[in-house]
């Protein structure tokens, strides 16, 4: 057990690391992110209130559908990144492990603005849900032998209420490891037990699911070149930096002042003046390099740092994301990482470093 953004989270279940990873890219893996928090945000403005917080364009998407987004402050930084559904009525986020003191204070104190000025918008949070992630090649037939919905009608990111294993749950086709899977929000209900344990039990019951840890989560979102809030993102990275153009949306790249931080956010678009980018690296031989590790040029000179790093069980060496210099993001570019006094070669890659296999629907 270790701690993670203030919850007692499993590094790893007896099977360990390595089986578990692999077990989900070839069957199915279960992950308990109840420490991840849902928001439900109200009211006839709730799109104009969350696009003022966020780079989406949530006003596109359409009900029963999500996106990712990030949060941004007023210097462009990330507070963090998020899953925003419309859910017909309302909008539900999905928020990241102990990021509750930030990111609720940060849209309270900007609703109170925006109600002030005439906005009709709410926001509640749902600390008391648990949230299961089933992910993996095969997450789909575990799941259909517990809901009577139609899952080959979802297509990833598609999220609606449906009743799984005896409870009523929201259940969204999306999560953190590159593959096929669900994130399914369990509320607390009324009994002396809480839903998400019967539903744990009922996954857990069928021979292809097995249970994985944060160690495998970590390097099942590596190797799908996802993100980690507090390594590869923080709120000092702007979504230009973070190589996150794709999450701001067309239409809002036309609307300065429209959201915070969108003047430095818009200026590093159109000017191109970001001084550092993410990329991802492979190591072609050696041990692993870690997060934090400097970076350098065939000259000596540092030109950036590693933000996260690890073992690939599929590739079988190591992988990790870095920032550095813009000049040097392109694929096939050959830098050094400070490794025990040592220069050890990375080689600057595409990502993901796996092939992704979402749904994309019938």
């Given at each position: 057990?270790a701690?993670?953004?203030g919850?007692?989270?499993p590094?790893?279940?007896?099977?360990?690391?390595?089986?578990s990873?692999?077990?989900?890219?070839e069957?199915a893996g279960?992950f308990?992110?109840?420490?991840?928090?849902?928001?439900?945000?109200?009211?006839a403005?709730?799109?104009?209130?969350?696009?003022?917080?966020?780079v989406?364009?949530?006003?596109?998407?359409?009900?029963?559908?999500?996106?990712?987004?990030v949060?941004t402050?007023?210097d462009?930084?990330?507070?963090?990144?998020c899953i925003?559904?419309?859910?017909?009525d309302?909008?539900?986020?999905?928020?990241?492990?102990?990021?509750?003191?930030?990111d609720i204070?940060?849209?309270?104190?900007?609703l109170?603005?925006?109600?002030a000025?005439?906005?009709?918008a709410?926001?509640?949070?749902?600390?008391?849900?648990?949230i299961?992630?089933?992910?993996?090649?095969?997450a789909?037939?575990?799941?259909?032998?517990?809901t009577?919905t139609d899952?080959?009608?979802?297509?990833f990111m598609?999220?609606?209420?449906?009743?799984?294993?005896?409870?009523?749950?929201?259940?969204?086709?999306?999560?953190?490891?590159?593959e096929d899977?669900?994130e399914?929000?369990?509320?607390?209900?009324s009994?002396?037990?809480?839903?998400?344990?019967?539903?744990?039990?009922?996954?857990?019951a069928h021979?292809?699911?097995m249970?994985?840890?944060?160690?495998?989560?970590d390097s099942?979102?590596?190797?799908a070149g996802?993100?980690?809030?507090?390594?590869d993102?923080?709120?000092?990275?702007s979504?230009?930096e973070g190589?996150?153009?794709?999450?701001?949306?067309?239409?809002?790249?036309?609307?300065p002042?429209?959201?915070?931080?969108?003047?430095?956010?818009?200026?590093?678009?159109?000017?191109?003046?970001?001084?550092?980018?993410?990329?991802?690296?492979?190591?072609p031989?050696?041990?692993?390099?870690r997060e934090?590790?400097?970076?350098?040029?065939?000259?000596?000179?540092?030109?950036?740092?590693?933000?996260?790093?690890?073992?690939?069980?599929c590739l079988?060496k190591g992988i990790?994301?870095?920032y550095v210099?813009?000049?040097?993001?392109?694929?096939?570019?050959?830098?050094?990482?400070e490794?025990?006094?040592?220069?050890?070669?990375?080689?600057?890659t595409k990502?993901p470093?796996v092939e992704?296999?979402y749904?994309?629907?019938?």
């Open positions: 057990m701690a993670f953004g919850w007692d989270m590094i790893q279940y007896p099977d360990g690391i390595m089986k990873h692999l077990h989900t890219r069957k279960l308990d992110v109840s420490h991840m928090l849902g928001v439900v945000v109200r009211g403005d709730r799109v104009a209130f969350m696009e003022s917080l966020c989406a364009d949530i006003k596109a998407i359409p009900a029963g559908m999500g996106g990712l987004s949060i402050n007023a462009g930084g990330i507070i963090d990144d925003i559904t419309n859910a017909g309302h909008l539900y986020m999905v928020i990241n492990a102990g990021h509750e003191d930030k204070p940060h849209m309270e104190k900007h109170k603005e925006f109600v000025k005439g906005g009709d709410s926001v509640e949070t749902l600390p008391d849900n648990g299961l992630a089933l992910q993996g090649p095969e789909a037939k575990v799941l259909q032998t517990l009577k899952l080959s009608q979802m297509s598609a999220a609606m209420p449906m009743e799984v294993a005896g409870q009523q749950c929201f259940v969204a086709r999306s999560g953190y490891t590159g899977g669900f399914i929000a369990v509320p607390k209900g009994g002396a037990t809480h839903g998400v344990v019967t539903l744990w039990e009922a996954l857990m021979e292809d699911v249970p994985v840890g944060l160690g495998a989560r099942l979102r590596l190797e996802l993100c980690l809030y507090g390594n993102l923080d709120d000092t990275t979504p230009v190589t996150l153009l794709w999450v701001i949306a067309k239409r809002r790249r036309d609307e002042g429209s959201f915070v931080g969108s003047e430095r956010i818009l200026s590093e678009l159109a000017n191109k003046s970001a001084t550092r980018k993410r990329a991802g690296f492979v190591v031989a050696g041990a692993p390099v934090g590790t400097a970076v350098f040029d065939e000259a000596g000179e540092k030109v950036g740092v590693t933000t996260s790093g690890g073992f690939s069980p079988k990790g994301m870095c210099k813009p000049g040097l993001i392109k694929a096939g570019t050959e830098l050094f990482a490794v025990r006094g040592k220069k050890q070669k990375i080689v600057i990502m470093f992704q296999k749904y994309r629907g019938p």
